[in-house]
């Protein structure tokens, strides 16, 4: 079993860097052409072609805490793609075009979560299903999760997160204007600490576990 979820690791991280990654950030680039913002198009980011949206540093580290987290039992992953370039000041809507951009990458993860518990949803209900196809079953559950995670994750209102241009967005103009810049700067340093300090129970896994646990089971009915 330890060494089918490592092999299952090892599938799923292929499948978010040449699949789901690059669906997340043309989302964003596709939201932000459709609402009359070309510069991601400009750059050659308006595709799904998983090398143009490949980051370094963000991929090795989905495979490192994905393979580190299954090989001790768990599952955890931390990883992002070369964020989408969007100039916000070409975005119709006003203020909303920017909050519907940003969402839009994180929506993509819901429905590729929801994708992958369409088959294991069957799986669920055919529990004879898991001993002969083991492999998919484990494959499905991870890429299932990681999009779950994605998705909440992205969704912080903290730069540089999606969520925190949807949240600049419902903020008045002076208040955005007056802590934007601040958590801008600090943003980063600050998902740090709520994510991985103390270590072995962050604040963050106790805020998001629950959430995680009641939409996997929302879509695979478990």
Request: no cysteine.
């Amino acid at each position: 079993m330890p060494t089918e979820r490592i092999l299952a690791a090892v599938i799923v991280i292929a499948i978010m860097l040449l699949v789901a990654f690059p669906i997340h950030e043309f989302a964003h680039a596709l939201a932000a052409w459709r609402l009359g913002d070309g510069t991601a198009k400009l750059f050659g980011r308006l595709t799904l072609n998983p090398i143009v949206h490949f980051d370094p540093i963000g991929g090795i580290l989905l495979a490192v805490t994905t393979l580190a987290s299954v090989s001790s039992g768990g599952f955890f992953a931390f990883g992002w793609a070369k964020p989408t370039p969007v100039n916000p000041m070409n975005l119709r809507n006003g203020r909303y075009g920017e909050a519907i951009v940003a969402f839009a990458g994180p929506a993509s993860n819901l429905v590729l979560a929801t994708a992958g518990a369409i088959p294991l949803r069957y799986m669920y209900d055919h529990p004879e299903l898991f001993e002969q196809f083991g492999l998919l079953a484990l494959t499905l559950q991870l890429f299932v999760f990681l999009n779950i995670i994605l998705m909440l994750f992205n969704l912080v209102p903290i730069p540089p997160l999606d969520g925190s241009k949807i949240l600049f967005t419902f903020l008045s103009p002076r208040t955005a204007w007056q802590w934007r810049p601040i958590l801008e700067q600090y943003g980063f340093i600050i998902l740090i600490v709520v994510f991985f300090f103390p270590p072995g129970n962050p604040i963050g896994s106790l805020v998001f576990s629950p959430l995680i646990d009641a939409i996997y089971g929302l879509l695979v009915g478990a």
